[in-house]
Structure formats: structure tokens, C-alpha cells
């Protein structure tokens, strides 16, 4: 089954303590293109400028990621720029410039709109509402946002959130949507507000899931060297609803194995800068690496 997802494209300049890269490719929907297209086709909605090297994502229209929704605008791309500190948790941005993504409103193609799983990436909840009001009846939606939308627009990302079936957020954030320090009780409370299914990340401690009152934890898979932690959520993200949309199933074992097949595929995405782990990736690969996780986590 196609997935649709609607999100940033972008070019992004990295600092961590293994080195740096410039105009790297990056942004939220080509991360959880990269991650999905392992597992279903992709349809992307979203906007780049003129400088934009077209050729520099030939590795996602070989696998089935169809760029149909994505519009060309005058101007430049949107451009990011962060330094991650030892303690890769920590960053700080350098710089954001929306360029062409600051005029972005989402127009999604007439084929893209009978999409059954809908991926809604961090963006401005206005340009969500607007997604939501264009799709036909998908039989899942999947939501992702951040404190700065909690903060600055909760009213309105109270209304996607009703709308959605899945949200997946940290566990900062699921505080600050719930006012509660325990995450059992936040995920409790965000069930109340719509989502059947909450899933909160913690980085290197894994993350669990939520659903139907009943409870998943997976660790993160254990790695040696972290080279960049950038785009980890999405590409967790996109491992997850790629696997879900696979199996077009939606019980707790299959949400569950969604959970480690997101894990995994963010463990090689951190593993290189930018989509060079994933552009190479394998079947086999991701096949030894869940086996790997099933022996880690059996008793």
C-alpha cells in the first residue's frame, strides 16, 4: 500500500564531533521516504527551490518514491544548519532558512489523495489541517510535530491531533501536551484527545508505544558510533509506517514490529551523514540487524 507524506526537503549543514557536511540533503519527507520506500511506495508532497539538484534523489524514484506533489519554486530551499555537542542529545541550530518552504501550501495530487496511509510530518499545523482537508477517508493517519508547535499553535495542533490515529512525539513533548512528568499518564491522556495510538521516542533509550491500553517497549539498537543523530525521528518513523503499510494490518503485533523495524532502520541512518547509510542499504541487512534485535531483546 502507498504511503503519502507531506514534510520538508531541504539542505542542511552538520556539525558533530565525527565531522562535518554541507548542503547535505536532508528535510523531514525524504528521510521518511528513504526509511519507507524499503517497504511500500511513497507519494511526497512538498517544495524546493530553484537551486534544488533533482538528480541528488534518483535514488528514491528507484524505489517506487514518487515525486508528483513535489513543486519547484523561484528562490532557494529551504536550509538548516545545526552542531551536535559529545552528548549527542544536545544541539545547538546555527541557523534556519525557510526560503521557499516559508510560502508552502500544500496542494496534494488528485492520485495522491486516495492514499490509505498518510504520514504528516513535522510541519506547521495550518499546512496539516490543510493536508487532512484534502485526502479521502485514509485508513491511517500518522502525525508528528515538536515543543515549538506545542508552544506556539496549541489550539491548532489540538485539531490535527484529534484528527490523526497515530502520534509520535518525544518524551519532552508528550509532557508539554499533557502537563504530566509520567509518561504512562501523559499517553493516557493523549489517547483521550483522539490518537488510538501514541508512541513516544527517547533516543538512545528507546521508546514505547501505547495502544488500546495495552504497552510495548523497545530498546534502541545498540551501536558503537553515532555519526549523525539528524533525521532519526523521520527515518524511525518512516521504517515504522513502511512496515505497517507492507503488512496492511493494523493490530498490536503488527504496530509492535512496525516499532522495531523503525528502530532499526533509524540505528543505520545515524550510523553516516545525511542518506548515506540509507541510500546503500539492503534487504539482508535489515533482515540480520531485526534478528540481531529479536536475539538482544529474547529471555
Known amino acids: 500500500m502507498s504511503i503519502l507524506v507531506v514534510g520538508s526537503l531541504a539542505y542542511d549543514t552538520i556539525e558533530t564531533p565525527w565531522g562535518k557536511m554541507d548542503d547535505a540533503l536532508g528535510g523531514s519527507a525524504l528521510y521518511f521516504s528513504a526509511a519507507a520506500s524499503h517497504f511500500s511506495p511513497v507519494n511526497v508532497v512538498g517544495v524546493v527551490g ?24 523561484s528562490g532557494d530551499t529551504f536550509r538548516w544548519g545545526g552542531r551536535y555537542h559529545d552528548d549527542l542529545n544536545k544541539r545547538d541550530t546555527l541557523f534556519t532558512y525557510l526560503n521557499v518552504f516559508e510560502r508552502f501550501q500544500p496542494k496534494i495530487p488528485m492520485h495522491y489523495r486516495k492514499s490509505e496511509y ?13 493536508v487532512l482537508d484534502q485526502i479521502d477517508h485514509p485508513k491511517l493517519i500518522v502525525l508528528d ?12 495542533l ?5 484528527r490523526c490515529d497515530i502520534l509520535i512525539v518525544n518524551d519532552q ?16 491522556l493523549l489517547t483521550e484527545k483522539g490518537p488510538q495510538t501514541i508512541i513516544v521516542k527517547k533516543g538512545e ?14 530498546p534502541a539498537y545498540p551501536l558503537e558510533k553515532v555519526i549523525d543523530p539528524t533525521g532519526a ?34 540505528s543505520f541512518n545515524v550510523e553516516n ?11 539482508e541487512e535489515i533482515n540480520q540487524r531485526i534478528e540481531k534485535f529479536r536475539q538482544l531483546t529474547a529471555f
Open 173 to 188: 513533548e508528550a509532557r508539554e501536551l499533557t502537563n504530566k512528568p509520567n509518561l504512562i499518564k501523559a499517553a493516557r
Open 233 to 266: 525521528g523521520d527515518s524511525f518513523a518512516g521504517g515504522f509506517l513502511g512496515y505497517v503499510a507492507k503488512q496492511n494490518k493494523l493490530d498490536h503485533d503488527t504496530l509492535k514490529k512496525g516499532v522495531v523495524y523503525g528502530s532499526v532502520i533509524a
Open 50 to 73: 530553484s537551486d534544488f539538484d533533482s538528480s541528488k534523489i534518483s535514488f528514491l524514484k528507484k524505489r517506487k518514491v514518487n515525486f508528483d506533489g513535489l513543486y519547484v519554486e
Open 145 to 156: 510535530t515538536m515543543n515549538f508547535w506545542i508552544s506556539g499553535k496549541r489550539r491548532i
Open 205 to 218: 533509550h528507546g521508546c514505547m508505544m501505547f495502544h488500546n491500553d495495552n504497552y510495548f517497549f523497545a
Open 118 to 130: 498518510v504520514f504528516l510530518a513535522n510541519i506547521d499545523p495550518e499546512l496539516q489541517l490543510q
Open 158 to 162: 489540538e485539531e490535527v491531533i484529534k
Open 273 to 283: 551523514f545525511s542518506f548515506a547509510q540509507l541510500e546503500k542499504l539492503t534487504v
